[in-house]
């Protein structure tokens, strides 16, 4: 065991997650399936509802979240397949500060891999404001700012529910449902840590306060989490990325014309110099490569302080006044790789003459260009007689990006509840908010001023002269041979690329920025509902619901001035990806559900909600279930439904987003002959290109049909089996895949304008289209917009099996549950071919999770099996150097091996309900995974690379 300390900083418990394993309700003891009703609540709006073996639907009481081991939500559904796969579902792994990736703090849940924005993710039934980051353009529940500890238990529902919960609950619905009824006073402590010699420390307390008298129920949960930072380099997997990036901290160098057609990375020859930790071979020699993974950090340390409570009181006795709040506040950080750059140097810069052998083998590379000898043998004179006045360097900067991210939001609901002739009926006011700032903290640098110190504008008093004429959007400099800062008594502050950027003439501050993002998302709604018998049939009472909501809700996302693209310079701070949203919306909507038995074996379903939209127009979205029992022991089960997602707030509001983009050609080989030429002049691929994402104003509804049948089997009183076949149908996906949006604008069937032009203004900032070289038809600039692409089609199988077994050693229950897809085809325009995701990168076909729990007396002990089955590798975006290391070509095919995870844990109870718990995941310390499809080398959709965990918990009861 590395060094830790014998206390191990050990951890929370690991019994749980029975109800994950168990699919609709099944992970109740047979003593509480009588009960079920009464705490059984997302699949009908109709109160006292049994609808035990209609919809399939997962549920984790607070035992099982307990029992978990888990910190966090996120934490939570790592473990439930029908959340895995796909890129839909993330946690803080892999955040950053970049537009592709997840917010830095923030995490969201989704279902079949179909992204959060088809989740319907609710609190107590009702809906929370969205995170005030998107991710990319996508809304999503952040469920980091609703404390674990204060949720009672999650309810699941995998299917369309659009007709029970609103138009967006495409793949279905989360009902996180907070405690209540608690009386007494507990304080819960735990703390984790890994088995690796880093410090990936996790510590929780939260203190539980409740009263209840004979009108009253009143609820305080205060909950504060710490989590430490996990590194990609402090784990031997992701130590070094198999994927290093061209651009290093030691810069290539290229004049763009004796050196080459085109200003490939290499320009070192055989020379690399002291301190380049990864040297990799390039077209013109050796080359400082940079290991991303050295700087990201996996998961960002965290910081979050919450509380929730609640209040009701009897006003009569029928009449209950209810109130929720929730108030949270995150502080968080992130890092991201160094932000890599193409830049001028002057002719003139200083640094050529410091370091010889660098000089000596710029000349032998440009040499080897084929162009013969150079007329002169420095580099000024090697620059100057291509006819340039600059070279330009190829690298990173040296120091990583880094955010830190300050959250806090809160959720207000107030509202009534009774009964009036039997019919129960319930309306609240509710709001919601969240506002967060982004923070630069280090690694961002400014485009104009580091371009001006390369080149011998820049004085150190700030001020500029004009040597050269800089037009930082076109990427032209002239040197003009005007007056030097020298010459008016200043001094040239001069940018060094040199020598790995260690030695700066002054600090590198002066270069960085500190530029800031601000998010605020709000909701505000209102709602009413009453249930009740309308009348009786010979087999029992025809129920019914009915109910109608109000609600406003609106984002923005600005990030600040000195970041956003303009004409005259489309990157001003280099890598920020600043991201743009201004919306609001209002919608109303109105459900009828009904509850019709037919036969005392036979009972029909049927819903449908209205839902108008401000912006959007209308939907109405049926729903039919249907439930047949022959037998006790047998019951089946079908639903379908369809569903109607506007827009999210995000997507409805881009404005700018800035974001990269490279085209690979070898994979796209139309982009080797257009009509406007070669759009990657001649190589496998385009160099990375600073590009943007912007507003479409004609964006349409998704629309989706979703149908499913199943059936709920119990031979005895201690076994449930249950079978579903699920089936959803998504078009009109809202999406930006770039490849296709290139063709398509070549192929003039979106709204992208193909402008020739070498002048990057003739493509002005917000403007959909591309920017191609007249003469080289080389893609110069790209202006993307989401699009309704084509389609996706997900059909799947999912089975659990519960079993209690009592015996005179304790009692046990055996649980596994398996969720197969059989496909995930999608076919993003007219223009591409059907693809089918199930078994590729990020969707394994398989993902299933076994376990055995035992009691006995006070004691609890629980082992439990987590398994993802293989699946392909993405060799797309690997460079063929990269893969000719390996032995491997793009045309191969790599297998992503099966993974079985062991956890364990064991506690005791003691007789006043205290209780202490030691779990343990990844009992056997297995491995990620390596991957090509990510340069982490790991994919963190299905896996993670934190190894064994242990976690220590006390829970006393006062």
């Not at 008298?213 to 198999?242: M, P």
Request: charged share 20%.
């Amino acid at each position: 065991m590395p060094n830790k300390t014998l206390l191990f900083r050990s951890i929370r418990a690991a019994l749980g997650l029975t109800a994950v394993l168990a699919v609709n309700a099944g992970a109740q003891t047979p003593e509480t399936l009588d009960s079920l009703e009464e705490i059984f609540v997302t699949g009908t709006n109709i109160k006292g509802l049994d609808l035990e073996g209609a919809v399939q639907a997962v549920q984790i009481n607070r035992e099982d979240i307990v029992a978990s081991g888990a910190n966090s939500l996120s934490d939570l559904f790592d473990e439930i397949s029908i959340t895995g796969g796909g890129t839909g579902t993330f946690t803080t792994e892999g955040s950053g500060p970049q537009s592709g990736q997840s917010p830095v703090g923030a995490s969201g849940i989704s279902l079949r891999g179909l992204g959060t924005g088809s989740t319907l993710t609710l609190v107590n039934g009702r809906r929370v404001s969205v995170s005030s980051f998107a991710k990319g353009s996508e809304s999503f529940v952040d469920t980091n700012s609703i404390p674990l500890a204060a949720i009672e238990r999650v309810e699941i529902l995998p299917s369309g529910s659009s007709a029970l919960y609103g138009a967006d609950a495409v793949a279905g619905v989360v009902n996180l449902i907070l405690r209540e009824d608690f009386d007494g006073f507990e304080v819960d402590v735990n703390y984790g840590d890994s088995w690796a010699d880093t410090d990936d420390g996790r510590f929780n307390i939260n203190a539980v306060w409740g009263h209840t008298t004979d009108n009253t129920n009143t609820l305080v949960v205060v909950d504060y989490y710490k989590r430490n930072a996990t590194f990609e380099r402090d784990r031997e997997e992701t130590a070094q990325s198999k994927r290093p990036s061209l651009d290093g901290i030691y810069p290539s160098f290229n004049d763009g014309y004796w050196m080459g057609p085109h200003p490939v990375f290499g320009g070192l020859g055989d020379v690399i110099e002291s301190g380049c930790a990864t040297p990799a071979d390039g077209e013109f020699g050796e080359y400082c490569a940079l290991n991303q993974n050295g700087f990201y950090s996996s998961e960002g340390d965290l910081e979050a302080l919450g509380a929730t409570a609640q209040f009701s009181v009897n006003l009569s006795e029928n009449l209950t006044w209810f109130n929720e709040l929730m108030v949270q506040d995150n502080h968080s950080n992130g890092v991201s790789s160094p932000k890599s750059f193409n830049l001028p140097v002057s002719a003139f810069h200083p640094g050529w003459n410091q370091d010889a052998d660098l000089a000596a083998g710029i000349i032998a590379s440009a040499d080897d260009g084929g162009f013969g000898s150079f007329p002169s043998d420095t580099v000024a004179d090697v620059i100057l007689s291509a006819g340039d006045d600059y070279m330009t360097a190829y690298g990173s900067f040296p120091d990583a990006r880094a955010v830190e991210v300050d959250t806090q939001s809160y959720r207000i609901v107030s509202g009534l509840r009774g009964e009036i002739n039997d019919w129960s009926w319930e309306t609240a006011l509710s709001y919601g908010n969240s506002q967060s700032t982004q923070n630069a903290t280090d690694g961002f640098y400014v485009r104009e001023l580091v371009t001006n110190a390369l080149l011998g504008n820049l004085c150190t008093d700030g001020s500029l002269v004009d040597q050269y004429a800089v037009d930082i959007a076109n990427r032209d400099y002239t040197y003009n041979g005007n007056s030097a800062c020298e010459d008016s008594g200043k001094t040239t502050l001069w940018y060094s690329p040199f020598g790995g950027q260690a030695n700066q003439q002054v600090d590198a501050d002066f270069f960085r920025t500190t530029a800031t993002r601000e998010g605020e998302s709000e909701l505000t709604a209102i709602d009413a509902k009453i249930s009740g018998a309308l009348f009786t049939l010979p087999a029992g009472a025809v129920s019914a619901a009915f109910g109608a909501e109000y609600r406003e809700e609106s984002a923005q996302d600005t990030p600040s001035s000195i970041a956003l693209a303009t004409d005259l310079n489309d990157d001003p701070v280099m890598g920020f990806s600043a991201t743009q949203v201004q919306y609001d919306r209002e919608l109303f909507a109105a459900f009828a559900e009904f509850y019709v038995p037919i036969t005392e074996q036979f009972e029909v379903q049927l819903a449908a909600r209205f839902d108008d939209y401000s912006d959007f127009g209308s939907s109405t979205n049926p729903k039919v279930g249907l439930r047949y029992q022959p037998m006790d022991e047998l019951t089946f089960r079908a639903n379908w439904s369809t569903s109607f997602r506007a827009p999210s707030l995000a997507q409805a509001g881009q404005g700018t987003t800035l974001t990269s983009y490279t085209a690979f050609c070898d994979e796209n080989p139309g982009f080797s002959n257009t009509e406007f030429g070669d759009l990657c002049d001649g190589a496998t691929k385009s160099q990375s290109l600073n590009t943007e994402v912007v507003a479409n104003a004609g964006l349409e509804p998704e629309t989706a049909e979703t149908w499913s049948v199943g059936m709920l089997l119990r031979p005895t009183d201690n076994i449930e089996i249950n079978l579903d076949y699920w089936n959803i149908e998504y078009e009109d996906l809202v999406k930006l895949e770039e490849n296709d949006y290139i063709a398509q604008t070549i192929n003039g069937t979106n709204d992208g304008q193909v402008v020739q032009s070498t002048d990057f203004a003739d493509l002005p900032t917000g403007t959909p289209g591309i920017l191609v070289d007249p003469v080289t038809g080389e893609l110069l600039d790209a202006h993307f917009q989401l699009v309704n692409a084509g389609y996706q089609k997900t059909d799947g199988v999912d089975l659990s099996y519960t079993q209690y077994i009592d015996s005179d050693v304790g009692s046990f229950t055996l649980t596994w549950d398996a969720s197969y897809l059989s496909n995930f085809e999608e076919k993003v325009s007219d223009a591409t071919k059907i693809e089918n995701w199930a078994g590729e990168f990020r969707f394994p076909r398989l993902k299933s999770n076994a376990a055995v729990s035992w009691r006995n007396d006070g004691w609890r002990a629980r082992l439990s099996a987590n398994y993802v089955h293989s699946y392909r590798d993405d060799l797309r975006d690997v460079r063929a150097e990269t893969l000719d290391n390996y032995g491997l070509t793009k045309d191969d095919e790599v297998t992503i091996p099966s993974v079985t995870l062991f956890n364990a844990n064991i506690g005791y109870v003691f007789n006043n309900d205290s209780y202490l718990q030691l779990s343990v995941k990844n009992l056997l310390d297995k491995r990620a995974p390596d991957v090509f499809g990510s340069s982490s080398n790991v994919d963190y959709s299905n896996h993670s690379i934190m190894g064994r965990f242990a976690t220590l918990r006390y829970n006393y009861v006062f």
